[in-house]
């Protein structure tokens, strides 16, 4: 059974940066693609940033391009999103998500495993 925990969201004054991290076990995480997804209330969940299983290659979404960086550690299984210059608007529950593929996918239906979401709000 694989677990993804997600860890570091909270409350920051717009401009300010945050740094999340999603802990990964039950699945070799070296030999998968994982993504940063996120959900604002009302509104459907949307791709925010993507990284191939030996962190080569990465894909953001174009709202968040040149702000945020993700990254990943293979060797302690932990997946991070750097979030800098934030907004209003990136307030939502941001997920992590495991591919059962090695490359970038950007698609909510792509990823077939999931944590519980961590809480990011940023204040005007």
């Known amino acids: 059974q694989v677990q993804l925990v997600e860890s570091g969201g909270g409350l920051v004054q717009a401009g300010g940066s945050l740094s999340l991290a999603c802990a990964a076990s039950?699945?070799?995480?070296?030999?998968?693609?994982m993504s940063w997804f996120r959900q604002a209330p009302g509104k459907e969940r949307e791709f925010v940033a993507a990284?191939?299983?030996?962190?080569?290659?990465?894909y953001y979404a174009d709202s968040v391009k040149g702000r945020f960086t993700i990254s990943r550690d293979n060797t302690k299984n932990t997946l991070y999103l750097q979030m800098n210059s934030l907004n209003v608007v990136d307030t939502a529950v941001y997920y992590c998500?495991?591919?059962?593929?090695?490359?970038?996918?950007?698609?909510?239906?792509?990823?077939?495993?999931w944590g519980q979401g961590t809480q990011v709000t940023v204040s005007s």
């Open positions: 998500a495991s591919s059962p593929s090695r490359w970038v996918r950007v698609g909510v239906h792509e990823y077939d495993y």
């Open positions: 990284i191939n299983w030996s962190g080569s290659s990465t």
């Open positions: 039950g699945r070799t995480f070296s030999n998968v693609a």
